[in-house]
């Protein structure tokens, strides 16, 4: 019944491990991939006013103008990129969306589409989706997972079209230089490409770096499409509601997809986004409690047995390096949870780069994570 394409699509390995996790007892979890906060209050109670308000209608296809203009505004202002609300953001259910929406505007079948990988588990499948092939741009610890221009030029040939770049990156939590996204843009321009820059986690940063843009970058604007959300800074993942801004032909292609599949982004999520913007201290307060919990993460797992592991600079992952171990990381990973009941994610899941390493989150308690720790030592002890 299922067509050739899809049914060679794997399964997401994420979703494998949890229905594993969901159906044992006494499990600590580092396998989320979302914030452990609520909703900020006053966006709940914008969602609340919205449906008492009967704001419960289609949109505009592109989403409502209010929320685009905020975006417009906060994309000047914060990544110094300039878009026309009207035509040059569209609006879309999550950043998950956006991405298929962007692959599938622009990428012909066989078209070639390169990923620094460790990757988000979306993106290969998404150009799979559109009939592309995904090409894998290794990254690796000793460069801190920051991908090198140098491996990107070195795969490009004249069947690729476009490159998908995340900063920070889930799972490395890898975080791009201006110099880094400078040498991708020369690359991008010199060789006509697009550039889908998921910059999903770029308020969760840590240590003093700083998010940038390539779309903001000289000669970018129209070779950038960026893609954006509120999941991750604002604690917003089941409300489903993210956005593109690119040149107005390639986001009315977009559009014209969204048309047919989506309709709208929801309106209760748009409504309800319209003053995130506007709440620093709740979203600083998240970055804050996330860094701790970062630190406690991070040095536990350097203090354990056969376990090493670089401090990223972004997200909510760390991504410990677990080859001492003598096991490959699905091994680990299911030796760890049915040793000791803790759930953390192989690396190869995200990739064939990911590979000797696990990704553990730390959008959890600062119980969870030292629970977790303990138990680790316990598992790293007796193997
Ligand atoms: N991009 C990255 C890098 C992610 O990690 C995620 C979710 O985990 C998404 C996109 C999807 O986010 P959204 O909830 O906006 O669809």
């Known amino acids: 019944m299922i067509s050739n394409r899809i049914r060679e699509i794997p399964f997401s390995g994420i979703r494998e491990f ?65 878009r026309d609300p009207e035509r040059e953001i569209l609006i879309t259910t999550g950043v998950s969306e956006a991405l298929d929406l962007a692959v599938r505007a622009i990428v012909n079948p066989g078209d070639d589409v390169l990923i620094p990988e460790p990757a988000y588990v979306s993106y290969k499948p998404d150009v799979w989706f559109a009939h592309g092939n995904p090409v894998p741009v290794p990254t690796t610890e000793e460069n801190k997972f920051r991908v090198q221009s140098e491996d990107i030029k070195e ?39 697009i550039v889908i820059s998921d910059e999903i986690y770029e308020e969760l940063i840590y240590d003093g770096e700083r998010h940038y843009s390539i779309g903001s970058l000289n000669g970018m604007e129209d070779l950038t499409i960026t ?14 509601l993210g956005y593109a801004a690119g040149n107005s032909e390639i986001i009315e292609a977009m559009m014209k997809i969204h048309q047919y599949t989506m309709l709208c982004a929801p309106s209760i999520a748009q409504y309800a986004a319209l003053d995130a913007f506007d709440l620093r201290e709740d979203v600083s307060d998240m970055v804050r409690s996330y860094d701790l919990r970062r630190k406690l993460l991070v040095r536990g797992l350097n203090s354990l047995p056969n376990i090493s592991c670089i401090m990223p600079k ?70």
């Open 18 to 82: 949890f229905e594993l996790v969901q159906k044992s007892k006494d499990v600590v979890s580092l396998g989320v991939g979302e914030p452990d906060f609520p909703t900020p209050e006053p966006l709940k109670d914008a969602g609340i006013r919205a449906i008492e308000n009967d704001y419960t209608s289609y949109t505009s296809n592109y989403g409502i103008l209010e929320l685009r203009e905020r975006i417009a505004r906060k994309l000047k202002l914060k990544n110094g990129i300039e």
């Open 314 to 383: 972004g997200a909510f992952y760390a991504f410990p390096n677990i080859r001492e171990s003598g096991m490959n990381s699905e091994e680990f990973a299911r030796a760890l949870f049915k040793e000791v009941g803790v759930a953390v994610i192989p690396g190869n899941t995200f990739g064939a780069s990911g590979e000797g390493y696990v990704r553990c989150s730390y959008s959890v308690s600062r119980e969870t994570i030292s629970e977790a720790l303990g138990r680790m030592e316990r598992f790293m002890m007796s193997i």
């Open 155 to 193: 795969r490009i040939t004249k069947k690729t079209k476009a490159i998908i770049i995340s900063s920070p990156n889930n799972p490395t939590g890898a975080v791009l230089r201006r110099k880094d996204l400078e040498e991708i843009a020369d690359l991008v321009i010199d060789k006509n490409l």
């Open 227 to 240: 893609l954006n959300g509120f999941s991750k800074a604002y604690a917003f993942t089941g409300w489903r």
